[in-house]
């Protein structure tokens, strides 16, 4: 990795990456074992955009590669996820200020709880569970949405192996951690991220609300949310400079 690398945009599904490929016009396949990548110029940025399948493994595996083998600089990942929120709407864009992983921890009688990963699951040692977003990053992302005068809202993301598709979790999942929106890969490319020290976005478009319509919902809008995703993260790759 070096000062001067390419950013790493991950995605997890076909949809996600297409409009971003097509800006690049003909981007170079990279030849690298484990990883379906290729490099470009991407608004004039240098960028590898690389698929990585659905799930923390996948994502985990990719942005590891991106950064060891590809020199990638930064990481962002860009694609559709479920809305929490009461006032989310499909369509809604949100930046992850804070991502947790809601799948690690200690199993109780009286439930789950939430332990950052990484970090011992006893009772002595509970820091507060969440990657997030350094502040000098957080502010030249606030000044670059102002300045653009792009709609996204900066907040609580989730991440977790299954697939919401249920009101009553979803509300649960709402209210509890104050999530906007749940997803699937997130927390793995947060955690290689700070592993290699490289800042990292996560940028989802809502492409259903989590709830018993999810899977049409997620049919119905997943292409059109995937591209609002990748139109915001475009005119997001100023702040790495």
């Known amino acids: 990795m070096t000062s001067d690398g390419p950013i790493g945009i991950m ?3 076909p949809q996600e990456q297409e409009l971003l490929l097509a800006a690049i016009g003909d981007p170079d396949p990279l030849p690298h074992p484990g990883i379906e990548a290729r490099q470009g ?6 960028v590898v955009i690389a698929a990585a399948g659905v799930g923390k493994v996948n994502a985990a595996i990719t942005a590891t590669l991106m950064v060891e ?3 990638c600089r930064a990481l962002v990942l860009s694609g559709v996820a479920g809305g929490l929120s009461a006032e989310a709407s499909i369509g809604d864009i949100v930046i992850a200020d804070r991502l947790i992983d809601i799948d690690y921890g200690r199993l109780t009688p009286e439930g789950r709880i939430v332990y950052q ?3 011992l699951p006893i009772p002595e040692e509970r820091p507060a569970p969440g990657y997030l977003v ?3 990053l957080l502010g030249r992302l606030r000044e670059r949405l ?10 609580t993301i989730l991440t977790t192996d299954a697939y ?3 009101p009553r979790e979803r509300d649960e999942l709402a209210g509890e951690w104050d ?3 749940v997803e699937m890969e997130g927390s793995a490319l947060c955690g290689v991220a700070e592993r290699f020290g490289v800042p990292w976005l996560v940028v989802r478009a809502l492409s259903d609300r989590a709830g018993e319509d999810s899977l049409d919902d997620f049919t119905a809008f997943v292409d059109a949310a995937a591209a609002d995703s990748a139109r915001l993260v475009r005119e997001l790759l100023p702040v790495f400079d």
């Open 164 to 166: 919401l598709a249920s």
């Open 179 to 181: 999530g906007l929106a």
């Open 134 to 136: 350094p502040e000098p």
């Open 146 to 155: 102002a300045e653009t005068g792009l709609e996204a809202t900066l907040g």
């Open 41 to 46: 110029s991407l608004d004039d940025h240098l």
């Open 11 to 13: 995605c997890a599904l």
């Open 69 to 71: 083998r590809l020199g």
């Open 117 to 119: 990963p990484g970090v």
